[in-house]
């Protein structure tokens, strides 16, 4: 493949000057009020798109997830012996207490992240509707009918909450990622103890005071703090009876330790290196803008982001050629500056350095960047949209997650090599194929070792669809019934009526 390059400059647009968020109360958010919390030290939480500190909040202790999980405990009885159809009217009140409130959750969301307000807006959208599918999925949610499976004895199945859930989400999506975890577990009548991002947990906590007075005590408690001390007590807590992370597969396994030594269940939603695998059939203008929107959302800190393209050698040329325009024409900017920017800042200043690190390696691994692959000028943590290629088999941009606006592009020769070098990953988590022959369509995604496989398309979530991954992404399934179903137990009662 001969080097696409392309001279596009990127400058952040900035706004005229957003409101100031409203921001939730001080505290940890326990037995359905906000707590002082049991030890005075705080954390900074910062505007990425600034670098202004927007308020502190607790930096929670082992106390703190104590008495949260008390909370949790003392209120499941009540909570399980609910009807599905009380549960269900509570997610439907939350989801209309969110739209109600959409207005105030996309712009706190914008300013703790730093994501444009498009990505804002499908964020809170798709929260919400986390909540009303949730709502439905409770009242319908079943166990087989019961049957004579032993001489005059007759099986019920009994679909039962697990009971206290630990839940802690990531810095990526916050409120989403918090949605596809309250709204599931909450139907399938647990109660739980979420801990949020250390950078990121306002719009959790703002949801918790929104909703506090419908939400009965004790159902739902937050509790901020470090992973290593918040996180890893939720994990260990005797009293939890499943935990669940988003997050890297570092954290997942640090919280998989913990929940072994009280075998508590363990659901894990960790990371991934989405490839796109692009034959010579494809339709290339359409692979290309896929790449564009699913390669970029959320400026690539995405766990499906479409990361890693495998094109075809004999169309790879073209294709360079349209994704480097495609790329060249993203818009970056604060939130504030317009509904049509496409990327924003990245989380927070570790993370900016470690994506312009990656950024490095590729230099000195002497691959080519084709546009992008510096920081943009303050303040805030921008970088630019970047496209890598003449990238080889085996590369480590191929395996790493870097979670930044970074495409790399590499070749192959045969259907079967496109296959095998797609699986070449340790995570499992989504892929794409791009074909218009239909005979690929149907027999490449089910060679493809990943929990998701969108064909022609890329990062379209449905929530009556699963969403998982396999292999090093962890295991275990948001969204749709199996999430329900991942956040119960089944027991099995039978009479003997001889
Ligand atoms: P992270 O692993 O650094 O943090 C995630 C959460 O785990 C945070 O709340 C953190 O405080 C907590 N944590 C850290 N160490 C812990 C420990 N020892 N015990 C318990 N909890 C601990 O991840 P991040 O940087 O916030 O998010 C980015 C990662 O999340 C990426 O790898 C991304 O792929 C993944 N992710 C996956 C999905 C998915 O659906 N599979 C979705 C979003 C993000």
């Given at each position: 493949m001969t080097a696409t390059?392309?001279?596009?400059?990127?400058?952040?647009?900035?706004g005229q000057g957003t409101p100031a968020p409203a921001l939730p109360p001080f505290g940890q958010f326990i037995n359905g009020a906000f707590v002082p919390p049991c030890s005075a030290e705080t954390a900074d939480v910062e505007n990425p798109a600034t670098g202004e500190i927007l308020m502190q909040v607790p930096s929670g202790s082992v106390e703190d997830v104590d008495a949260a999980v008390a909370a949790a405990v003392a209120a499941k009885a009540d909570w399980?012996?609910?009807?599905p159809k009380d549960r269900s009217s509570l997610l439907l009140r939350i989801a209309d207490i969110m739209e109600a409130n959409r207005a105030l959750l996309e712009a706190l969301e914008a300013a703790n992240t730093g994501k444009p307000a498009a990505v804002a807006e499908d964020d809170?959208?798709?929260a919400?509707?986390?909540?009303?599918?949730?709502?439905?999925?409770a009242r319908t949610f079943s166990t087989p009918g019961a049957g004579d499976y032993a001489e005059?004895?007759?099986?019920?199945?009994?679909?039962?909450?697990?009971?206290?859930v630990g839940v802690i989400t990531p810095w990526n999506y916050p409120l989403l990622m918090a949605a596809w975890k309250i709204a599931p577990i909450l139907a399938a009548g647990n109660t739980m103890v979420l801990k949020p991002s250390e950078q990121t947990p306002l719009t959790t906590l703002k949801l918790a005071e929104l909703i506090a007075s419908e939400v009965p005590a004790g159902v739902l408690n937050i509790v901020t703090g470090p992973g290593r001390i918040v996180g890893n007590r939720i994990s260990e807590h005797p009293d939890v009876d499943l935990v669940a992370i988003t997050g890297s597969v570092g954290s997942g396994q640090k919280v998989a330790a913990g929940a072994a030594g009280t075998v508590k269940r363990v659901h894990l939603e960790l990371g991934g290196k989405a490839p796109v695998v692009i034959f010579d059939d494809a339709d290339l203008a359409a692979a290309a803008k896929g790449v564009r929107e699913a390669g970029y959302w959320n400026g690539g800190q995405e766990c499906g982001a479409a990361c890693r393209v495998l094109v075809h050698e004999s169309v790879a040329e073209k294709f360079t050629e349209l994704l480097v325009r495609?790329?060249?024409?993203?818009?970056v900017g604060a939130p504030g500056a317009g509904d049509d920017v496409e990327i924003g800042s990245m989380i927070s200043g570790a993370h900016y350095e470690r994506v312009l690190a990656a950024l490095e390696d590729v230099r000195k691994d002497g691959l080519t960047i084709a546009v992008g692959g510096h920081a943009l000028a303050g303040p805030g943590y921008f970088i630019e949209p970047t496209v890598v290629t003449?990238?080889?088999?085996?590369a480590p941009i191929t395996s790493t997650e870097i979670f930044g606006p970074v495409v790399s592009v590499e070749t192959f020769s045969t259907d079967e090599e496109a296959v095998t070098r797609a699986n070449e990953t340790v995570y499992g988590l989504a892929a794409s194929v791009w074909t218009t022959n239909s005979a690929r369509s149907l027999s490449v995604p089910r060679k493809l070792d990943f929990g998701t496989v969108w064909v022609n398309s890329h990062l379209v979530i449905a929530n009556e669809m699963p969403w998982g991954g396999f292999k090093g992404s962890g295991y275990g399934r948001d969204l749709s019934v199996y999430a329900l179903e991942d956040f119960s137990r089944t027991k099995h009662v039978m009479y003997n009526h001889g």
């Open positions: 390059t392309a001279a596009a400059t990127f400058t952040v647009r900035r399980a012996a609910r009807t809170i959208s798709s919400i509707d986390t909540f009303r599918f949730s709502a439905g999925a005059n004895h007759t099986s019920v199945i009994l679909r039962e909450p697990v009971g206290v495609e790329v060249s024409e993203i818009s003449n990238v080889p088999a085996g």
